[in-house]
């Protein structure tokens, strides 16, 4: 069963910077794609960064010069750095990844920024 586990969110005041990671249980080299998505209470999941198996990335407009999303490969493990955080950032923030025939969810992580 491929799990993916987020970890590093939590209360921050605005201004302030978060990073999260999410933790694959298989080598995440094996995934087409993976992505941060972010989903405020009452709220649609949107995409929040995503990077592809060639390194390529993609930002959401509303964190673009904010956040950078990366991975380390040999520890299995995709990262979010959030900074300059806003208030209007907090939400649960889900991992993803795409093997092609399913996409992976986990069980996110909650950020909240105070102002």
């Known amino acids: 069963q491929v799990q993916l586990v987020e970890s590093g969110g939590g209360l921050v005041q605005a201004g302030g910077s978060l990073r999260l990671s999410c933790v694959a249980s298989?080598?995440?080299?094996?995934?087409?794609?993976m992505a941060w998505y972010s989903q405020a209470p009452d709220k649609q999941r949107n995409m929040v960064a995503k990077?592809?198996?060639?390194?390529?990335?993609t930002y959401g407009s509303s964190v673009k010069g904010r956040f950078t999303i990366s991975r380390d490969n040999a520890r299995n493990t995709l990262y979010l750095q959030m900074n300059s955080l806003k208030p209007d950032d907090t939400a649960v923030y889900y991992c993803?990844?795409?093997?092609?025939?399913?996409?992976?969810w986990g069980q996110g992580t909650q950020v909240t920024v105070s102002s």
């Open positions: 990077i592809t198996a060639g390194g390529a990335t």
């Open positions: 993803a990844a795409g093997l092609g025939s399913a996409d992976i």
């Open positions: 298989m080598s995440i080299v094996s995934f087409k794609a």
